[in-house]
Nanobody
Framework: QVQLVESGGGLVQRGGSLRLSCAAS????????MAWFRQAPGKEREFVAG????????????DYSDSVKGRFTISRDIAKKTVYLQMNSLEPEDTAVYYC??????????????????WGQGTQVTVSS
């Protein structure tokens, strides 16, 4: 079993920054697929960013949706079992509940929510114009 707890959401003005954190507990973290999704009111949950183990030491690959590429950065701290999402140049369109998710080390499709077995409770991010 894996427990995920997000933090770091809040209200920020357009162009501002926030860093989300997701603390994992319950089992090994090193090789798990970890990702951030978001869901805006009236919209489906969408993939934002993911980090997957390369199989070599502590090297991970990062994947991003086109809408956040160049603005958001996903990273993980193995010792703290925490994954982060640094969000810069925020826009009102980024307003959503952000969810942390954990999945298998070798996913078929990293952007699919169905790949992930564990989810956090979500944290609200609101960007004002």
């Amino acid at each position: 079993q894996v427990q995920l707890v997000e933090s770091g959401g809040g209200l920020v003005q357009r162009g501002g920054s926030l860093r989300l954190s997701c603390a994992a507990s319950g089992r090994t973290f090193t090789s798990d697929l970890m990702a951030w999704f978001r869901q805006a009111p009236g919209k489906e949950r969408e993939f934002v960013a993911g980090t997957r183990y390369s199989g070599v030491r502590t090297t991970y690959y990062a994947d991003y949706s086109d809408s956040v590429k160049g603005r958001f950065t996903i990273s993980r701290d193995i010792a703290k079992k925490t994954v982060y999402l640094q969000m810069n140049s925020l826009e009102p369109e980024d307003t959503a509940v952000y969810y942390c998710a954990a999945g298998p080390a070798a996913p078929s499709k990293i952007t699919s929510a169905a790949e992930y077995s564990y989810w956090g409770q979500g944290t609200q991010v609101t960007v004002s114009s």
